[in-house]
């Protein structure tokens, strides 16, 4: 009834919706469908002509995996503007269109959103766009109707298991991005530590086609460059160039691209290389994107929440980490020489509950100091999440994890003063789990808070508090 009073002429739903029209009195036509969210996106697609193509001058690029789309997003758009590009983003932290920001919450919008999103950059000129593209979004047809030139893959590791229930059902998810329906190309990357990896690059063979999928493998030329999973590109020369890196991604063919990021760790390598090699798999020539790089230095920007730097004395970073493997990369992206680890983190409340003692125990195994605080506890009781982090830590001590301090402390911005308070110059201080949120949802209720300024006035505490004293 709301919906015909506001205008609509039609209905589409499931069986189960039509026989609540029907109680209703409803009068309107009504499309039945097992599955009409899979209708979605092609009529909006259809209502908007979103569709990007050669004809209308759009270049589209998908990346999905567990962690590093939205650094991976970032970086790829950097890319295509040092190579001209006016350029647009979807993603987790912001939509952009050019320099315009559009307001959103989710990493990849619904279905209409993205549709209107695409058909408006193509009114503002936007020639190329990057888009996160999250396994709810495929599992919710949110970019149906949609396809891309170029797809990426970061990586497959625990997450979101509350919504698929298995990895395997994880991982089927992701690969609904690399079919004929979705993509013309793929670029996998290959990790000895993702078993996933390979898989997905199998699957995008056999439903792209081999001449349309490339890999590029980051660990040990050897493995990397044997079996039927052996990868077209490989990392060489890998060294470290202030807190980023300087690396050589080389072809089978003998052909190389030199690359340089600012972000600091391995995963930043990974995500630095898979944009590069997505750029390039849409069609631009080697020695024009080796140009772009070596003049305009794309990948030393910083990304919000990923890796960022906000002060020294002691190192002090934000990162989106959380879940297992995204804090085990983040921590041993930040291991000092000389000085301690001590990582703030949390979990999320009503979701994946078996994370959450498992991330207690990979951060007792890679910092010298744990501090488990609130993430965002959503209408769940925070202390029971804290303790069942907590508790994961505290087994990994007691067989001999590197922690030798694991405290709980909320709220979490006492936490984060409580970090600062007890590192030394030498230490570092990873804040992970939220990133560049700026809102806490504490049972319904969001309260400001921002892991960055929250830091940032932390480390001013204690640098003021240090001039004092001398």
Do not use: C
Request: proline fraction near 5%; glycine fraction near 8%.
């Amino acid at each position: 009834a709301d919906a015909a009073a506001a205008g609509a002429v039609a209905v589409l739903t499931d069986p189960a919706g039509e026989r609540l029209l029907d109680e209703a009195g409803v009068s309107l036509p009504v499309l039945v469908s097992e599955q009409p969210r899979s209708w979605v996106g092609p009529v909006a697609a259809a209502v908007y002509d979103s569709h990007p193509g050669e004809e209308a001058g759009q270049e589209l690029f998908a990346v999905t995996g567990t962690n590093g789309k939205t650094t991976t997003t970032y970086f790829t758009t950097a890319i295509l503007r040092a190579l001209g590009h006016t350029t647009g983003l979807i993603g987790t932290i912001e939509i952009l269109a050019g320099d315009t920001p559009i307001p959103s919450r989710l990493t990849t919008p619904e279905a209409p959103h993205v549709h209107s999103l695409l058909a408006l950059m193509r009114e503002r000129g936007i020639t190329a766009t990057a888009m996160e593209v999250s396994s709810h979004a495929l599992e919710f047809h949110r970019v149906d109707g949609v396809h891309y030139g170029v797809a990426g893959f970061t990586n497959l590791t625990q997450d979101h298991l509350d919504l698929h229930g298995s990895m395997e059902e994880y991982f089927e998810a992701k690969a609904q991005l690399f079919t004929r329906q979705r993509t013309s190309r793929a670029v996998v990357v290959l990790s000895d530590e993702d078993p996933w990896s390979g898989a997905m690059a199998r699957r995008a063979r056999e439903e792209l086609g081999d001449a349309n999928v490339t890999t590029v493998a980051l660990r040990g030329s050897e493995d990397a460059e044997r079996g039927q999973d052996a990868a077209q590109w490989t990392l060489r020369s890998l060294t470290r160039r202030g807190i980023g890196s300087a690396f050589v991604l080389r072809h089978r063919d003998g052909r190389e691209l030199r690359v340089h990021t600012g972000l600091p760790g391995d995963f930043n390598v990974a995500n630095a290389a898979l944009a590069v090699l997505m750029v390039l798999d849409s069609g631009v020539e080697l020695e024009t994107l080796q140009r772009a790089l070596d003049e305009h230095d794309p990948l030393t920007a910083s990304v919000p929440g990923r890796m960022e730097l906000v002060g020294t004395r002691p190192t002090s970073l934000v990162d989106f980490a959380h879940n297992p493997d995204a804090l085990v990369r983040a921590l041993r992206s930040v291991d000092p020489e000389d000085g301690r680890v001590i990582v703030v983190f949390g979990a999320t409340g009503q979701r994946d509950t078996g994370k959450r003692p498992v991330m207690g125990r990979v951060a007792a195994e890679e910092a010298d100091v744990v501090i488990v605080t609130d993430d965002d506890p959503h209408a769940e009781d925070p202390a029971p999440i804290r303790e069942q982090v907590a508790a994961g830590a505290r087994e990994a001590v007691a067989a001999g994890a590197r922690a030798t301090d694991v405290l709980v402390i909320a709220p979490r911005a006492t936490a984060i003063r409580t970090a600062v308070r007890m590192a030394r110059a030498e230490d570092s201080v990873i804040v992970a789990g939220r990133g560049h949120e700026t809102v806490q949802d504490v049972a319904g209720v969001d309260v400001p808070l921002d892991d960055r300024v929250e830091l940032r006035e932390a480390l001013a505490q204690l640098h003021a508090h240090t001039e004092e004293s001398k």
